[in-house]
T-cell receptor, first 114, second 115 residues
Framework: DAGVTQSPTHLIKTRGQQVTLRCSPK?????VSWYQQALGQGPQFIFQ???????QRGNFPDRFSGHQFPNYSSELNVNALLLGDSALYLC?????????????FGNGTRLTVT | AQSVTQPDIHITVSEGASLELRCNYS??????LFWYVQSPGQGLQLLLK??????LVQGIKGFEAEFKRSQSSFNLRKPSVHWSDAAEYFC?????????????FGTGTQLKVEL
């Protein structure tokens, strides 16, 4: 049973560019959340998708956007990259059962903005 | 808004010694509380969770945590640490709003195990 898979594992971009990160949820999960983990910090919630719609959003600018596909996989897009966007981006999946369905995390995509 | 404080940035223990990692939370209602562990280059693995009921919860890898409402704490413990426990540990509080769920994490505690 495959867990949460993310691609690519590492990415280097230049300021001002755009990036797309991808996530496939754990088998049977229908909800995908994205978190940003800066170096030395805990993960911070970006947004959550269910039924192809954004259900919740954290304190991130509109440069951060996402999408969920009918097969429950998801993409995170970041436009106009800033140096401060360098971080580990974690995808997590769950059932839409609230907190009774703990989040399962992927290994993340390490984004470096130069 | 919910928040989590992990007062200890780094902790070093000897293998075989006991461990306690501190976590304090702020949340207006009954909290959903979690401990996750992260090894270098890896994602987060759930160690244990507290939703309600018994305040002492058991997790994987021999970890346990105790919920103390009066102290707003959810400390993680292990009686005897193994070298493989060296990792970063995150405490998190969960909120269910708007039909979704999100976690607010602390800044983490880096555990080093001396052989």
């Amino acid at each position: 049973d495959a867990g949460v898979t993310q691609s690519p594992t590492h990415l280097i971009k230049t300021r001002g560019q755009q990036v797309t990160l991808r996530c496939s949820p754990k088998s049977g999960h229908d909800t995908v959340s994205w978190y940003q983990q800066a170096l030395g910090q805990g993960p911070q919630f970006i947004f959550q998708y269910y039924e192809e719609e954004e259900r919740q959003r954290g304190n991130f600018p509109d440069r951060f956007s996402g999408h969920q596909f009918p097969n429950y996989s998801s993409e995170l897009n970041v436009n106009a990259l800033l140096l401060g966007d360098s971080a580990l981006y974690l995808c997590a999946s769950s059932f839409v059962e609230g907190m009774n369905s703990p989040l399962h995390f992927g290994n993340g995509t390490r984004l470096t903005v130069t | 808004a919910q928040s989590v404080t992990q007062p200890d940035i780094h902790i070093t223990v000897s293998e075989g010694a006991s461990l306690e990692l501190r976590c304090n939370y702020s949340y207006g209602a009954t909290p959903y509380l979690f401990w996750y562990v992260q090894s270098p280059g890896q994602g987060l693995q759930l160690l244990l969770k507290y939703f309600s009921g018994d305040t002492l919860v058991q997790g994987i890898k021999g970890f346990e945590a105790e919920f103390k409402r009066s102290q707003s704490s959810f400390n993680l413990r292990k009686p005897s640490v193994h070298w493989s426990d060296a990792a970063e540990y995150f405490c998190a509080v969960g909120a269910v709003t708007g039909g979704g769920n999100k976690l607010t994490f602390g800044t983490g505690t880096q555990l080093k195990v001396e052989l």
